[in-house]
């Protein structure tokens, strides 16, 4: 059995051992195997220390110990025998060890039986056992360079790419590609590959040949046109192109010789090798640059015409590539000067180095020149019965033509417009030609005249009061005066008299103006006797106009004074006029009375005690205009919860009356809150905890302290610590509540002789069993017997899986609760029941309610 004794290790009566070396401590020795080779071998035996108070070997008499022998891993290596059983402390056991597959496994012991009055230490008995590979014979790989032949030349592009076959015995065959000494892809001279192998034996083999790469053969294309046209630009019509092995293909550059005028062009390329080709010299060729062909153009006017000296009718150019662009000479038959209708123009170009020549050739036409005969006429010619003849005649054209032609007559006579015409027959460069014009006889002139007064008065009727008449030569005739359309309403009144002449005579007419004057007006205002002040100008007047005649309108411009405030307001009226009335002007008085206010008080419902002074409410006067402006408001009872009093007064002023207003408001008990402070945790002590705090707190400087009651506060767990205050006149009442932890006492225990965690401890029958414990509150020891609540024993079903173990050690004396000072704990000495074979739990339950259990068996 295992014996405790507080704050110290286990101590062991025995040790069981083996002899792989000569210590005997928990240290694991070590076993060292090769799978295949001779099996290993240790001997066990059993060794007394006397540690747990007992002398001698525990193996006495009838007494045995069995112990389970363990491989932790059994496809590493074996152990036999798997038991074996101790009876005395002087006997010996042997184990064999058997490899089986390299790696590393631990033998330990477990005990399985063990009836003798001691325990047994199995640690030192652990070993470890490590099994390594067994050697295997080996023998040397076979290499070989497959792919290249040594001292062979290879062209670039071609080149092998060598590989290592390699043969072995203990690895098989195996192929890689071979290591090169240069491995770079454009490396041209000796190459040597090597292949090397080392096999899993730890045995190597090499093999190298060595070639050599050379550079490879470059083949230049050149092509070209056979002939090409000429530009007057340098022509580049060729291409060449590099190629060989490896993907070698690219342009080249050509240079020509030359290559712009006409004749034979040169064409040439080189190549002067790269890493892996070899250099190809120059390579040319020739092509044709023939004559660019030349256009010749002539261009003729359209309707020249007869100018009497010789004309440049047609132009010629002839045009080519590379900026052929110049005049050719005309040459025109029969001639240029005189009118023909089928003339010949002829342009001819020889040809340049460059361009072939060319020719053109185009009819033209001379036509006749216009003659123009020009008609002069002398003005001023006036209606006098006799026939005018005041104009005269020339033609002209070109080459010097200026000659006079005769000029005929018609309607000259009367008043109005006569014609003259002239004609000309033409000649060999001149066409015919006619001319008209014509010249005016004016009319005889005439007067007209218009007589009217000065001024009538407006009476609503249509006046015309004037006269009119027209003379001339021979001419004395009266005309009607022509009037405005409105010659009934006051103003001035325009006046025409028109003369609309005739066939020899001119038109002539006359104007002249006369006023209609306007009648007199008379004004009346009418206006209320009064009204009340609204802070706005009033009008409430009207007013009438009355005169002689028809009014065009009645209405009046109104002009008030002191009609805003209260008091008496006048009123002036204007009428204007009309257009047939004169203005005139009229008054009027009314009364404006004082307008009535209104005092409002408000008041914000419910209002909330604070301890100071409220005031929730609010005052305005409104009336009248913009008569709206806040008050002050005079309070009665307005600290203390309860009902308030506010009122206002207004004293009124030139334009209102005075006003006032009354209002109550409720003050509300304010909230009052209660905090309660508790720490987080407390260790338990067996008797009720108090370690919270409790205030009370509101408006009005309410803070005081408030008593704490407390529910669950012994027992280990969560306490609950509440506080309530019933208020006062100006506050309710509230309460408050916080958790804190009462950490369970630590337990130490049951200490040896008693087992714990499930044991069957079994003990005689009446004896009486020392129950050892220890108590802390966090980190301070108990040691007052008050910290034990109780010890209770109950009968319970007999476990048969339970581990069973003897309590050794037993005193004398009944039932007792003690605190041993000198070994530092508490010792319940408990007597046993005297039923043999019955099961018991005991329990010790701290005051916290933290408990110990051990299970007993009476024999």
Not at 100 to 111: E, I, Y
Not at 623 to 631: F, K, N, V, Y
Not at 681 to 700: F, H, K, L, M, N
Not at 789 to 795: D, E, G, I, L, R
Request: proline share 4%.
């Amino acid at each position: 059995m295992l014996v405790l004794f507080a704050g110290s290790a286990p101590a062991w009566a025995d040790d069981i051992v083996n002899n792989l070396d000569a210590t005997i401590d928990s240290a694991a020795e070590v076993m060292s195997l090769t799978v295949g080779g001779a099996s290993g071998s240790t001997v066990l035996r059993v060794v007394t220390t006397d540690s747990d108070g007992k002398n001698g070997c525990n193996l006495t008499g009838q007494t045995t110990a069995t112990f389970t022998v363990r491989s932790s891993s059994p496809a590493v290596a074996t152990v036999s025998p798997s038991t074996v059983t101790f009876t005395t402390c002087g006997e010996t056991k042997a184990l064999t060890l058997s490899a089986v597959a390299a790696g590393s496994t631990s033998v330990s012991l477990v005990q399985t039986q063990n009836n003798s009055q001691g325990t047994f230490n199995v640690a030192p008995a652990t070993f470890t056992v490590n099994v390594a590979s067994a050697a295997p014979s080996n023998t040397a790989p076979t290499v070989n360079v497959v792919g290249a032949v040594s001292g062979q030349h290879y062209t670039w592009g071609t080149q092998p790419s060598p590989t290592c076959s390699v043969n072995d015995k203990e690895d098989g065959a195996t192929t890689f590609a071979a290591t090169l000494n240069h491995p770079e892809s454009t490396w041209i001279g000796p190459q040597t590959a090597t292949c090397s192998y080392t096999d899993a034996g730890g045995l190597t083999a090499s093999s190298s040949v060595t070639y050599t790469v050379d550079k490879a053969q470059a083949v230049i294309t050149l092509d070209c046109p056979t002939s090409v046209t000429f530009s007057g630009s340098a022509q580049t019509p060729c291409t060449a192109t590099v190629t060989g092995t490896g993907g070698l293909d690219q342009p080249l550059t050509v240079t020509y010789a030359n290559n712009i005028n006409a004749g034979t062009a040169t064409a040439s390329a080189s190549y002067a090798g790269d890493a892996t080709h070899t250099a190809v010299g120059t390579q040319s060729t020739s092509f044709a640059i023939n004559k660019a062909a030349s256009q010749t153009k002539l261009d003729c006017l359209t309707g020249v015409v007869f100018s009497g000296t010789a004309q440049d009718i047609c132009t010629a150019h002839v045009t080519g590539v590379a900026g052929l662009d110049q005049s050719v000479p005309v040459v025109y038959a029969p001639d240029n000067t005189n009118a023909t209708s089928a003339g010949t123009a002829t342009a001819t170009f020889t040809g340049d180095a460059n361009h072939t020549g060319s020719n053109a050739q185009a009819t033209f036409e001379i036509g006749k020149a216009t003659s123009v005969i020009t008609i002069s006429c002398t003005a001023g010619s006036v209606f006098d019965t006799t026939a005018k003849t005041p104009c005269t005649a020339v033609v002209t054209g070109a080459g010097g033509l200026d000659r006079p032609v005769a000029v005929n007559y018609t309607d000259n006579v009367h008043a109005g417009q006569a014609t003259v015409t002239a004609s000309y027959a033409g000649d060999d460069n001149h066409g015919s030609t006619d001319a008209t014009d014509h010249f005016d006889i004016a009319k005889a002139a005439t007067t007209t005249t218009l007589t009217c007064p000065e001024q009538v008065t407006y009476d609503g009727t249509s006046q015309t009061p004037c006269t009119a008449h027209v003379t001339g030569p021979g001419l004395d005739s009266a005309l009607a005066p022509t009037y405005s359309e409105d010659t009934v309403n006051a103003g001035v009144v325009p006046v025409t008299a028109d003369y609309a002449g005739g066939s020899d005579y001119l038109a002539s007419s006359d104007a002249a103006q006369f006023t209609i004057a306007q009648a007199p007006s008379s004004v009346t205002v009418n206006c209320p006797t009064s009204l009340t002040y609204t802070a706005s100008a009033l009008t409430p007047c009207t007013s009438t106009v009355s005169g002689a005649g028809t009014f065009e309108t009645t209405s009046t411009t109104l002009e008030y004074a002191n009609n805003v405030a209260a008091g008496t307001a006048t009123v002036t009226a204007t009428y204007g006029g009309d257009r047939n009335h004169s203005s005139s002007n009229g008054s009027g008085t009314f009364t404006i009375d004082k307008a009535p206010t209104t005092t409002k008080v408000t008041c914000t419902l419910p209002a909330t005690y604070t301890g100071s002074p409220l005031t929730p409410c609010s005052a305005k006067v409104t009336g009248a205009g913009t008569l709206d402006q806040a008050m002050d408001v005079s309070y009665v009872n307005n600290i203390n919860a309860g009902t308030g009093t506010a009122s206002a007064s207004y004293a009124g002023d030139a334009n209102h009356t005075a006003s006032m207003d009354t209002a109550t408001f409720t003050i509300d008990r304010a909230a009052s809150a209660v905090a309660v402070s508790c720490p987080t945790s407390v260790d338990a002590t067996g008797s009720a905890i108090t370690p919270c705090t409790a205030q009370v707190t509101g408006p009005g400087a309410l803070n005081q302290t408030l008593p704490v009651s407390y529910t669950g506060n012994t027992l280990a767990g969560t306490a609950m610590a509440t506080a309530t205050w019933a208020g006062d006149a100006n506050h309710t009442g509230s309460t408050g509540s916080a958790t804190f932890k009462i950490n369970p006492f630590r337990l130490g225990g049951f200490y040896q002789p008693v087992d714990m965690n499930g044991v069957l401890n079994t003990v005689k029958a009446g004896s009486t069993v020392p129950l050892k414990f220890e108590l802390f509150s966090g980190s301070t020891e108990l040691t007052s017997t008050t910290a034990v609540k109780s010890f209770s024993a109950v009968s319970v079903n007999c476990s048969t899986t339970a581990t069973v173990d003897d309590v050794e050690v037993t005193t004398t004396g009944g039932t007792s609760l003690r605190y041993d000072t000198t070994g530092g704990q508490f010792i319940q000495n408990w007597q046993t029941p005297k039923t043999v074979g019955a099961c018991i739990k005991v329990t010790m339950t701290a005051a916290d309610g933290s408990a110990l259990n051990a299970l007993f068996k009476l024999k």
